[in-house]
């Protein structure tokens, strides 16, 4: 069973038990030191590709978004730099998506 599966696999028998009434307090504790690593290590990897996309912007003139959806509609060719750009953007805006999930405040 590959890693991913047997963590879904554990979580669903954590929902379970909770489901049924059983509680823990170490299993509470950890849970929410669990996320709230998970939401400190999204939020500095946000910031440093928002830092990353900002130099981008500021070297041609042109916010991220305008940027994307140019580059995705064929407009900018496929220059390193534009490729690069594209995929800092997916991944802010993937990083994005999981703080959203862990319910932590986006920029």
């Known amino acids: ?23 823990s307090e170490v299993i509470d504790r950890s849970l929410g030191k669990i ?3 998970e939401r400190t290590t999204a939020t500095r990897q946000f910031g440093e590709l928002e830092g990353r996309l900002r130099e981008l912007e500021v070297e ?9 959806r140019r580059f995705r509609a064929g407009e900018l ?19 994005r998506k999981g703080l959203e999930v862990l319910g932590a ?3």
């Not at 069973?1 to 509680?23: P, V």
């Not at 041609?60 to 994307?68: E, G, L, P, V």
């Not at 496929?78 to 990083?95: G, K, L, N, P, T």
Request: charged residues 25%; negative net charge.
């Open 1 to 23: 069973m590959a890693t991913t599966e047997k963590t879904l696999d554990r979580l669903h028998h954590l929902e379970a038990l909770y489901r049924h009434g059983y509680r």
């Open 35 to 37: 996320l709230a690593l």
């Open 60 to 68: 041609y003139q042109m916010s991220s978004n305008d940027f994307y």
């Open 77 to 95: 060719g496929d220059a390193i730099d534009f490729v690069e750009w594209s995929a800092f953007y997916e991944m802010r805006e993937s990083v």
């Open 105 to 107: 405040e986006v920029a």
